[in-house]
């Protein structure tokens, strides 16, 4: 619905929150490809994908889901990716934590959380580039 929709900046920034400081996505938690792809939307930075044009594949486990950025804008989709640049397999809660800064790439690929297929030598630092979370600053000081 329109009201609905009117929250979805509010929802998205939970969802940032909720990346950064809530509790680790454990095995058993509840999940849904759709809530994955509003979470992959939350933590997108279109700012960061600038004239960035790539496709990823991630694998979560038996949920595929297909990412296309073209030029700061971001288009998801369930299913397998029409020729992608990376192909990314690793569960979805390695993905946010990757995503958090919890877990660090290298540390992830060298105990075999994560596997990544094709692409070019900075595919997958982009990939977190493209998906990430940092705190903002305000850019107000409220005074006490």
Known sequence: TEPGRALE???????RWGTLF????????????????????????????????RTFELHFGEHMVAAEVR???????????VEPDLVVKT??????EL???HLALV?????????????TGGDPELLFELFSVRLAESPVDLMT
């Open 9 to 15: 900046d509010v929802v998205l920034a939970i969802v």
């Open 22 to 53: 809530g509790r680790a996505v454990a095995a058993e938690d509840a999940s849904r490809p759709e809530w994955q792809l509003y979470a992959l939307k939350g933590v997108f930075r279109p700012e960061a994908a600038g004239r960035t044009t």
């Open 71 to 81: 030029r700061g804008r971001l288009r998801l989709s369930l299913g397998p990716a």
């Open 91 to 96: 569960e979805f809660r390695t993905f946010m």
């Open 99 to 101: 995503v958090a800064g």
């Open 107 to 119: 540390d992830a690929r060298r105990r075999g959380l994560i596997a990544l297929e094709g692409g």
